[in-house]
């Protein structure tokens, strides 16, 4: 959830420092801190607030010049978002400074002990009892804050990254990593530590991916990885695909709208490659060959929040094409009610950033179940891709804007190639029905662009529904999980209620919620395919609107029948109906994003949230 950086190396770490935490705030805006090694002390400032707060106070108070540092920018767990809580914490001799991701679960017994033995614990984090720790365990290994580093994690719990320096030794900052991202960057007479590549990117494109319980040495001239034990490990390089200018705004006022903006080129990417010479799909690293999938005899996707909602949607494409039965499970739910899964199971992890806890604890308990495991995932070589069985990567580019986008329609665009897959390796479908899908798929970025090109009308709409309350959201087959994104996005941004529902259970119960005046925005789907949906929710409509509510239909071009039901309408091109969702989309990410605006809401960080949530 934190974003963390240290650097070792020539330049001035905290020019490096602060422009990586530029790049991370997305990861967390509670406070902001950073800490330097010079002449053999250590310097730290840290604010509550977002790190413009930060950067005042070093304006007001700079810090000396130095070439070892670390920074980092906080999403609150233990403790209010205040000065004290903020990090990086020092240990009471000022002999250690840390940083943290995660939650260590054994800090209450910890913190115990350390007050026992006279320590005074300044701070409500869990973050501090490390720091205290790990000044104690140096006298014990000769000063060596790598030992030291071992030592101490081997007496946590829970899942965490850490990064210490240690002003005894300011040629070296040391990191440590168990269920929580941690990447080094590898420069030349330099090298970095980051919770995500961002913060990088613009130094170096090489790097390195850190494994479970590891810990990692950083020097200017080198690095080197061992296990909790002192073991050398060999760690896996990897190269980023994407340079610092995809992580800037390129002339847009929001990270958001740019990230709007380039879902047409996001789904053309997540698309390019995936037809071999003998027109036949083929996946990134889809280690599992056609016997293993011809014997799984269910699908389980494990996702949470807005990836979630992309396996709801694939959820009927798949069943559709294979005849397999599929379950979407929240992950934060699954492992905790003792699912049925096994080695006839394939279950398929959705995460955009690759180390959402939620999701990998999931998956680490349907493997030990025996399951077959698939990551769909937009960070090349992050945690949930590499344990699992195979992965099928969306190409997205970064997602800066804590509400996503086009991480969303590369997802499920993604898992559509993994549901034809399956359908090829079972011969559920015949091979020309396949490349007509693929066919369909490969018109949706002209199709996508052409809502960009129509979205006028949103904006304004979303202004004259600037002081709504609530916001319902209707749909049915595939525009139910599209209506529950919609109501997502409001929530995130607009702070507001709204909530998403299947249309055909509105008389179940929450037609009570409509009352005059309340917009209901509603998914319709196309006359051109299953005509009965079309039907049924035109009588959702006049349900509604019987009771006073306004309705927006986004509907597609030429289905004139919905117009004497509408107050008003926003087009989508014609497509066919599992393809609906990558167009029908896009106009509730535009309407929330410019409904938030109006508010005077911050669209790319909104309160309470991160972009990737590394904690359970």
């Not at 719990?157 to 440590?176: C, K, R, S």
């Not at 494109?205 to 061992?226: F, M, P, S, Y």
């Not at 003998?278 to 999938?293: G, P, S, Y």
């Not at 669209?603 to 590394?614: C, G, H, I, Y």
């Amino acid at each position: 959830m934190c974003g963390i950086v240290g650097y070792v190396g020539e330049k001035q770490a905290l020019e490096v420092v602060v422009a990586g935490l530029r790049r991370l705030e997305y990861r967390g805006y509670d406070s902001a801190g950073v800490a330097v090694i010079s002449e053999g002390r250590l310097e730290v400032r840290k604010k509550a607030g977002k790190l413009a707060n930060l950067e005042t106070l070093l304006g007001q108070d700079p810090l000396p010049q130095s070439t070892t540092g670390i920074g980092h920018t906080r999403w609150a767990t233990h403790g209010g978002p205040t000065d004290h809580n903020a990090h990086p914490h020092v240990s009471e001799d000022g002999r250690v400074a840390v940083i943290h991701n995660g939650i260590i679960e054994n800090f209450a017994a910890l913190r115990a002990e350390l007050t026992e033995s006279g320590v005074q614990l300044s701070s409500e984090t869990d973050t501090e009892v490390v720091a205290h720790l790990l000044a104690r365990a140096l006298p014990d290994v000769a000063g060596d804050l790598p030992r030291a580093m071992q030592a101490v994690c081997h007496r946590l719990e829970g899942a965490f990254t850490l990064v210490a320096m240690d002003p005894n030794d300011p040629t070296l900052v040391v990191g440590a990593r168990r269920n929580s991202p941690l990447v080094v960057g590898l420069g030349e007479g330099e090298n970095f530590l980051a919770s995500d590549v961002a913060a990088f990117v613009e130094h170096t494109r090489n790097a390195l991916e850190l494994g479970q319980d590891q810990i990692v040495i950083v020097r200017a001239d080198g690095v080197e990885v061992t296990d909790f034990s002192g073991n050398a490990v060999e760690a896996a390089p990897f190269s980023i695909d994407w340079d610092a200018s995809a992580a800037e705004k390129g002339g847009y006022d929001l990270f958001m709208l740019k990230e709007i903006a380039e879902q047409p080129k996001a789904v053309a990417d997540a698309l390019r490659g995936r037809i071999n010479a003998e027109h036949r799909i083929q996946l990134d690293e889809a280690n599992l060959d056609d016997a293993v999938l011809r014997d799984i005899t269910k699908v389980v996707v494990i996702a949470c929040g807005t990836a979630a909602h992309a396996g709801m949607v694939a959820k009927y494409a798949i069943e559709h094409w294979t005849r397999l039965p599929v379950d979407v499970e929240l992950a934060s739910e699954f492992r905790y009610r003792d699912p049925i899964v096994g080695p006839d199971s394939l279950v398929i992890a959705i995460s955009q950033s690759g180390e959402t806890m939620d999701t990998l604890m999931a998956l680490r308990h349907a493997k030990a179940q025996g399951a077959r495991t698939l990551a769909i995932c937009n960070t090349v070589g992050s945690t949930i891709p590499r344990e699992s069985d195979a992965v099928v990567y969306t190409y997205a580019g970064p997602e800066i804007a804590v509400a996503s986008t086009k991480a969303f329609l590369t997802q499920i665009v993604a898992a559509y190639l993994v549901g034809l897959y399956l359908a090829q390796a079972r011969g559920t479908m015949f091979e020309d029905e396949i490349r007509g899908i693929l066919a369909d798929l490969a018109d949706m970025p002209q199709k996508v662009d052409l809502v960009l090109d129509t979205v006028e009308p949103v904006r304004a709409l979303a202004q004259e529904f600037a002081n709504a309350t609530s916001v319902l959201f209707l749909g049915r087959h595939v525009g139910y999980p599209v209506a529950l994104e919609g109501a997502l996005k409001l929530k995130e941004l607009a702070y507001m209620h709204a909530e998403g529902f299947p249309a055909g259970e509105l008389k179940h119960g929450p037609i009570a919620l409509i009352e005059d005046g309340v917009p209901v925005i509603v998914v319709v789907p196309s006359p051109r395919g299953r005509a009965v949906l079309h039907d049924k929710i035109v009588s959702n409509i006049q349900e509604v609107r019987a009771r006073g509510a306004v309705v927006i239909a986004i509907a597609e071009e030429g289905d004139e029948s919905i117009v004497p039901f509408a107050d008003h309408i926003i087009r989508v091109p014609e497509t066919p109906t599992l393809m609906q969702p990558l167009v029908s989309t896009v106009p509730l990410q535009v309407f929330a994003c410019e409904l938030a605006t109006v508010k005077g809401h911050d669209v790319d960080q909104p309160r309470n949230l991160a972009k990737s949530v590394t904690v359970e």
